[in-house]
């Protein structure tokens, strides 16, 4: 039969042309699915030439297609194929009104005046993964607009951008809001010539009582050349700090007094408080809600996915929408999202650095993102517990053994195994009856992983072998006990001296003390150890020895020592010096 009038052929080289075309972006290779097709089909292999031109047919077919469309065919023949990615980007909840937009563009928009923890991972991560899931845009836009009080610092733009790609969150735009003031200069513009804004010269209490009192001030009703001329005398140096602020008009009986004629912008006295991008250049600084809001526009945010405290923020900025002629962006408020135990407020941490309280911004008792990659909490847990925890408006509680359960599981599946043994106490084991060859799994269910071997031969009449074990373990003994070396052999203690005990071999075999329910311990033969140095997570320092297989570590490297816990290995030197994750 001419193989292009064979059907079954044709269809199931079609399968393999809209799985290839819906993995390569809507083109199918048809050079991908000779190869494929031949293992399927060995009967074909004398026919290339035919089955070459058969797939081409095919290919220019499925090609023809949209990508849409033949995910569509995919997706309804053979589902199973595309289990994996559906399971995933079901996790949160479709964005409100999301067909309304061409694309889908959200943001993230941190002040640069510290590096980033984990209270941000939330507004990251959602942000991030809706614009991936609709393979839409991601913008990262730093706001540091308040030299004075919120100064940013130029390390921090740099770590903030680390700390993005080390969560796995690729930037498709940046932008710096102390680059865009004459920007904001225009607008503000606008909406003071409009009348919609205005320049208040009153002194904050007075102005404060009579907005309570729902009272305009007398600045309010001037004319708007008159206010455009405060605002160029404000522009121009004629006012200094605290004298002249822009006000953007609202509804004066807005229930919300803190809504009503809300601040937009204010002088900086820059010569005393210089911005570290742009020095004294500018005196006139804007507001969070001018700022923000207008950029939020102009950068075609489509969704503002933000914490619930930021809901008055919306109301404010409704007004300016309104006399700009915008839309509004879809906004999601999501509820706090409390870590117990983790220390996450910015003014506490860069102040207890400054005291020497803590040794950097990676210190393991700081809930930093440079502090979690240190112990070795993965960016794969936190996103998992992130998209998990999802968009609700209620508040949510987590601990840090919450975060631990995500990391172990990740962790549990790759690590390699090693023996650790914290403040070393010497065990010789007597009447050792022959030279052992210790065959120790990196990883207990992938033996394809490798192993770590040591030989132990037994010395002198004694036929003794001596290993380090932990000073806890040994204080655990006592004479007459069986414990089990693990993957090694079962011994009896026989005596306890000082730093040092004795002990017979017993035999081999697990199964001779599994009954018993005999100890099972780590150790390492002496002579194979490497010195080794464990930071815990309250920053006090555990020293012992790890084995010396180890020293084929690298930084950066997550290991499980067995009967201790996870471990990210930060240093590999005469010494290893490690950062303790957790159970
Ligand atoms: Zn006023």
């Not at 031109?53 to 469309?69: A, D, M």
């Not at 919120?150 to 680059?179: A, M, N, T």
């Not at 006295?269 to 210089?274: F, G, I, L, Q, V």
């Amino acid at each position: 039969m001419a193989l292009e009038n064979d059907n079954d052929l044709r269809e199931q080289i079609r399968k393999a042309a809209l799985l290839n075309g819906v993995s390569h972006d809507g083109k199918a290779q048809a050079g991908a699915l000779v190869g494929k097709i031949l293992g399927e089909r060995q009967d074909l292999r004398s026919r290339v030439k035919d089955l070459s031109t058969v797939i081409n047919s095919v290919v220019n077919e499925v090609n023809s297609l949209s990508l849409g469309e033949q995910k569509a065919i995919v997706e309804e023949k053979w589902p199973e194929t595309q289990k994996k990615e559906k399971t995933e980007e079901k996790k949160l909840p479709p964005l409100p009104n999301a067909n309304k937009y061409a694309q889908i563009v959200a943001r993230f928009s941190p002040n640069p005046d510290c590096v980033l923890h984990l209270g941000s991972a939330r507004a990251i991560l959602l942000s991030h993964e809706y614009a991936r899931i609709y393979k839409g845009k991601f913008i990262l836009r730093f706001e540091d607009t308040d030299p004075k009080i919120k100064k940013p610092s130029l390390e921090f733009y740099e770590s903030i951008r680390d700390d993005l790609k080390w969560l796995g969150c690729k930037v498709d735009e940046e932008y710096i809001q102390s680059d865009r003031l004459p920007i904001y200069y225009e607008y503000t513009e606008r909406l003071i010539g409009d009348g919609n804004a205005y320049v208040c010269e009153c002194p904050t209490e007075e102005f404060r009582k009579k907005i309570i009192a729902k009272q305009a001030c007398p600045c309010r009703s001037l004319p708007a050349a008159e206010n455009l001329e405060r605002w160029h005398r404000m522009l121009n140096g004629g006012y200094t700090e605290g004298q002249a602020v822009v006000r953007v008009k609202t509804d004066l009986e807005n229930p919300n007094p803190a809504v009503r004629d809300w601040p937009a912008l204010r002088i900086i006295d820059t010569k005393k408080y210089p911005h570290p991008r742009v020095g004294s250049k500018y005196i006139v600084w804007p507001l969070y809600n001018l700022a923000a809001g207008l950029d939020d526009h102009l950068m075609g945010m489509t969704h503002i996915i933000r914490g619930k405290e930021h809901y008055t923020n919306m109301v404010r900025q409704k007004y300016m929408y309104q006399y700009l002629g915008w839309d509004y962006p879809e906004a999601i408020h999501y509820g706090r999202l409390k870590i117990t135990g983790a220390f996450l407020s910015k003014s506490k941490i860069v102040q207890g650095i400054k005291e020497g309280i803590y040794t950097g911004f990676d210190d393991p008792r700081l809930g930093t993102f440079l502090a979690l990659r240190k112990r070795g909490i993965t960016p794969e847990a936190i996103k998992k517990m992130i998209v998990d925890v999802g968009i609700k408006s209620n508040d949510v509680t987590l601990s840090w053994e919450n975060l631990f359960s995500y990391n172990r599981k990740i962790l549990d599946a790759t690590s390699h195994r090693y023996f650790f043994v914290p403040t070393p106490v010497e065990l010789k084991v007597l009447e050792v009856p022959k030279i052992y060859h210790a065959k120790l799994p990196m990883h207990p269910e992938k033996p394809e992983q490798g192993f770590r071997e040591y030989t132990m031969l037994p010395q002198g009449n004694e036929k003794a072998v001596t290993f380090w074990i932990s000073k806890k373990d040994a204080e655990a003994m006592e004479t007459d006990d069986i414990i089990r070396l693990m993957e090694l052999f079962n011994i009896k203690i026989e005596s306890k001296i000082d730093n040092s005990e004795t002990a017979t071999f017993v035999s081999e075999s697990y199964d001779d003390i599994r009954k018993i329910k005999a100890p099972l311990i780590q150790w390492i033969p002496k002579c194979e150890e490497v010195p080794c140095q464990i930071v815990m997570p309250d920053a006090t320092v555990i020293e012992g020895f790890a084995e010396s297989a180890c020293k084929k570590l690298k930084p950066d490297d997550i290991i499980q020592f067995e009967r201790f816990g996870f471990t990210r290995i930060d240093e590999v030197n005469q010494k290893i010096v490690g950062y303790y994750s957790h159970k």
